[in-house]
Nanobody, 123 residues
Framework: VQLQASGGGLVEAGGSLRLSCTAS????????ISWFRQAPGKEREAVSC???????KYADSTQGRFTISRDDAKNTVYLQMISLKPEDTAVYYC??????????????????WGKGTQVTVSS
């Protein structure tokens, strides 16, 4: 059972990145997927999540700039990030929740965590 986040990098403020979260070893379409991030010296914070039937939620700080989507055929969830700001700099993690609800996604009770990918936004 594994999740792998990728797609991070160094980008200038105002730029864009697309993160991917790819799963292996479990039935991906039975899980809601969430993204979190953690900046140096700060607590981990929720970024966005997507339910099994693609309902989505966003943190206030990312609403309108980030878009989460999923491709179950590829066992992958994407996080498209635009208009990036220096305060978006963090390690981004994805996590899976084997929820019985097709409509729900959230930021607690995650079953599986992936290794993070670093996003650095320069000013």
């Amino acid at each position: 059972v594994q999740l792998q986040a990728s797609g991070g990098g160094l980008v200038e403020a105002g730029g864009s990145l697309r993160l991917s979260c790819t799963a292996s070893g479990f039935r991906f379409d039975s899980h809601a997927i969430s993204w979190f991030r953690q900046a140096p010296g700060k607590e981990r914070e929720a970024v966005s999540c997507i339910s099994r039937n693609s309902n989505t939620k966003y943190a206030d700080s990312t609403q309108g700039r980030f878009t989460i989507s999923r491709d179950d055929a590829k066992n992958t969830v994407y996080l498209q990030m635009i208009s990036l700001k220096p305060e978006d700099t963090a390690v981004y993690y994805c996590a899976a929740d084997r929820t019985p609800s097709s409509r729900h996604c959230g930021f607690t009770g995650m079953d599986t965590w992936g290794k993070g990918t670093q996003v650095t936004v320069s000013s």
